[in-house]
């Protein structure tokens, strides 16, 4: 297979996913720190919820988180242009992934999608071509191997697929949840407004939504369907835009995606709006060095991985929405609305002495949010707590949660079993003993 | 040939959706959630938060006039009315206090007019000094040693009669520096009750205009505040005292403790929830609320629910007959149901009602999903 895989072929779409994906993440990062977020986010909580076995990972000083984000923004930059380019890969993947692992409030699926995606970048040969790097070094690559190009399709198709495969649910698909919900509340806007009132609406968003993740990305690979299928990605990705509150995601896909466009086809485009060529015809039958043993156990094991995270739920227990056990790195993309609330009962059970604490007294805001919901960080919370009791001179206290959720307009219920103390729990993938299903 | 053939298709889309739209049941300006919500904010606005904060100066300018009086004629009977006018001015900012959002919360104007608890030890050592105390002293100072409750603390007292509050005010010096000190909150409490009307005026047309669902909607704000207030409720001011939040009851921590005041503020604070939520405030034919908002959305049962539930902590905040800091210590199982009570109700709005409105309930943007 991976003879197949090592023929050459043309870089120029990977080069043309190197330059616009690289320009997204500086407007990404330049957005984060206009915004207030390196603040917001990892300067003003007390404490963080880290991810399990990343929690020497903490925010640095104030002055080097500032630097480190600015860095990723001038990074990003340098991967758009090829400007060392491999070393810039390198960084800005480490850089970023530190910024995300501090604290998985802030988890959102595209940031993980640009760490796997950056990730990838780093072995990837697209700074050989139309770049700043080439053009000092009077070095220029024009084809790569054609897995070098094929795996950041691969990465797109699974993304899409598993995002529609999320999306074969009984809420999504029968109750049109919470499309119906989120729709109903953007009845002002001119002209489609009214029709997000009309309940067959939010059916049809839902099913269309679920059919575009599944279908898109193999419409994107056959050559003909692509150029339709590629208007659908802008429409479906800008109508997201204008609905739902989701940043650069819409975006990013839509940069993304450039990469399914083959060199013949970006060949046409420049010549129908009179551009120049982009690139020379290249020659894509040369001989290749064969792929590393370990470069094909990496991407062995890395879409092994990708393969299946996604379904991982489907072997829990529950529902995924509810319990939320496999809900990260799942691509389970806009599927819930979801409110929590949560009070913990601390006990000192040698005095018998009781503390009620709201989260809010220790928790910024979205942070309390995202926790009230989420049982890992409930049980991450109530774990904290012991701590702090600890330091006032507390031994062996039990720490209890009472959490209600509502998921998806039903009424809300409680998450947890307010008689388990959460601290005799010991790992997060022993919590679901604590849940009530 | 090709591309205006695409062009005529591209047009009668673009014709269908619009008659679609024009043809929707709801397409008519009196229907439709957003309607509701410009509707429950320009409601809110001019016929609640507007006359509110105008009776909170109104009280204030007549507690700066009780005040000054007291100050000129230092009596048992102006200081009765003294005490009488910040009990009036107290009750009335109860009823503001659930407002604090959006640039007002930002400009941290309400900490100026009643941060609780205060530091009383700090207050004593201001009167005790040489320093000379008036507005301008008073307004260089941190929250915990001004505002009403600061006032409170020169005003009243649970171990004196009002003949010995008397008399620390006619105690030489320090008793001077006593009544400067009054005198200087109360116009200082005046000068941020202007204030905050001011800006409640500069931010209308930003409030009421903010119908988007997402973070910035005043909807959103409004309910993030109504959970502030229903949290504050439960966990500090009935929590704290009766020690459901910190273990030992703690009866002197309810606010207004001087004054025995504590369970009349409570009631007022859940007078506010209460027409915020149903938007009755006013005999206008349109009173819209968070319960016109949910029917339309299909939810009459959580109306109820909700409805129900600011009742019961109404009724159980009535049957508590004695000042709420001997009612934590002589009728806690009272007090608990009605702790108990408000936390059902903050599960309530900020779960159950989050959920249906599709609010997003955070301070904060989004960056995705």
Redesign the interface.
């Known amino acids: 297979m991976f003879k197949q895989l090592d023929k050459p072929t043309s870089i120029l779409p990977l080069v043309v996913f190197r330059a616009v994906f690289g320009i997204l993440l500086f407007i990404s990062q330049t957005r984060f720190i206009a915004k207030g977020w390196v603040k917001e986010f990892f300067l003003d909580p007390s404490y963080h919820f880290t991810y399990t076995g990343f929690s020497w990972i903490n925010p640095l000083p104030e002055f080097w988180m500032y630097s480190l984000a600015v860095s990723t923004a001038i990074l990003a930059l340098f991967i758009a242009f090829g400007f060392l380019y491999r070393l810039s890969a390198i960084c800005f993947f480490l850089g970023f992934l530190y910024l995300e692992l501090i604290d998985k409030t802030w988890y959102l699926n595209h940031y993980y999608f640009v760490s796997l995606a950056c990730l990838l970048l780093i072995f990837l040969p697209a700074g050989n071509y139309l770049s700043i790097d080439s053009a000092i070094s009077s070095k220029s690559q024009a084809t790569a191997k054609k897995w070098q190009v094929q795996c950041v399709k691969w990465l797109l198709v699974l993304v899409y697929f598993s995002a529609g495969l999320a999306k074969i649910k009984y809420d999504w698909l029968i109750n049109a949840q919470p499309l119906t919900t989120w729709l109903y509340a953007k009845d002002d806007l001119p002209i489609i407004g009214p029709l997000f009132t009309l309940s067959w609406v939010a059916y049809l968003f839902s099913w269309f939504g679920m059919l575009y993740d599944l279908l898109v990305p193999f419409f994107l690979l056959n050559k003909k369907t692509r150029p339709i299928a590629y208007v659908a990605v802008i429409v479906f990705h800008l109508l997201t835009l204008l609905l739902f509150n989701i940043g650069m995601f819409p975006l990013i896909m839509i940069g993304s995606t450039l990469i399914f466009f083959n060199d013949e086809e970006w060949d046409k485009f420049f010549k129908r709006v009179k551009a120049k060529r982009l690139i020379e015809k290249n020659n894509p039958q040369g001989a290749v060095q064969p792929t590393s043993i370990a470069m094909r156990g990496f991407l062995i094991a890395f879409f092994t991985i990708q393969l299946v995270l996604p379904i991982r739920h489907y072997f829990y227990r529950g529902d995924v929405l509810w319990n939320e056990e496999g809900f990260r790195f799942a691509w389970h993309v806009m599927l819930v609305e979801k409110n929590g609330s949560c009070q913990f009962k601390v006990v000192n059970p040698r005095t018998s002495e009781m503390w009620m604490v709201f989260p809010s007294q220790y928790l910024t805001p979205i942070q309390e949010k995202q926790m009230s919901f989420q049982p890992d960080m409930i049980w991450q919370f109530a774990n904290h707590l012991e701590y702090l009791y600890q330091q006032k001179g507390l031994e062996d206290i039990e720490v209890y949660a009472d959490c209600s959720v509502a998921v998806n307009l039903q009424k809300s219920r409680k998450l947890i079993n307010t008689q388990v103390d959460l601290t005799e729990i010991k790992s997060e993938f022993a919590l679901h003993k604590a849940l009530l299903l | 040939m090709y591309h205006s053939h695409n062009r005529k298709k591209l047009f009668s889309l673009i014709l269908i959706?619009?008659s679609?739209?024009?043809c929707?049941?709801?397409?008519s300006e009196n229907?439709?959630?957003?309607?509701y919500r410009g509707g429950q904010l320009r409601n809110v606005f001019q016929n609640e938060i507007i006359p509110i904060h105008e009776q909170f100066l109104n009280e204030t300018i007549a507690l700066n006039i009780a005040i000054e009086l007291f100050s000129s004629t230092p009596t048992i009977s102006t200081l009765e009315v003294a005490q009488e006018q910040w009990v009036n001015t107290m009750l009335a900012w109860q009823r503001c206090e659930l407002y604090n959002f959006g640039p007002i919360s930002m400009s941290v104007v309400h900490n100026s007019i009643n941060k609780w608890p205060i530091d009383e030890a700090k207050i004593e050592g201001y009167v005790s000094s040489i320093e000379l105390i008036d507005g301008d002293f008073v307004a260089n100072l941190g929250s915990n040693t001004k505002g009403l409750a600061a006032m409170e603390h020169f005003l009243f007292s649970r171990s004196l009669t009002n003949s010995e509050i008397l008399t620390q005010f006619k105690a030489g010096n320090a008793g001077q520096q006593r009544m400067n000190y009054v005198s200087g909150l109360s116009s200082q409490i005046l000068v941020k009750a202007k204030d905050l009307n001011e800006q409640w005026m500069d931010y209308q047309f930003e409030f009421e205009e903010g119908?988007e669902?997402?973070?910035a909607g005043s909807q959103n704000q409004l309910t993030?505040a109504m959970i502030s207030e229903i949290?504050k409720i439960?966990?500090v001011k009935l929590?704290i005292p009766q020690g459901?939040?910190?273990?030992?009851a703690n009866p002197q921590s309810v606010e207004s403790y001087r004054s025995g005041l504590s369970l009349s503020n409570i009631k007022k604070n859940l007078v506010t929830i209460e027409r915020l939520f149903t938007g009755e405030f006013a005999h206008t034919p349109f009173r819209v609320g968070y319960d016109e908002y949910l029917e339309e959305?299909g939810?009459s049962q959580?109306v109820m629910e909700i409805q129900d539930q600011i009742q019961d902590c109404q009724v159980l905040a009535d049957n508590i007959l004695i000042p709420l800091d001997e009612a934590v210590v002589s009728q806690p199982a009272q007090v608990t149901a009605l702790y108990n009570a408000m936390?059902k109700l903050?599960?309530?709005i900020?779960?159950?009602l989050?959920?249906?409105?599709?609010s997003?309930?955070?301070?904060?943007?989004?960056?995705?999903?």
């Open positions: 959706i619009v679609l739209a024009g929707s049941e709801n397409s229907s439709g959630l957003t309607y119908k669902r997402g973070i993030n949290e439960a966990a929590g459901i939040t910190n273990s030992s959305l939810l959580l936390v903050l599960t309530l900020k779960v159950d989050g959920n249906a409105i599709g997003t309930i955070t301070f904060t943007d989004n960056d995705g999903d």
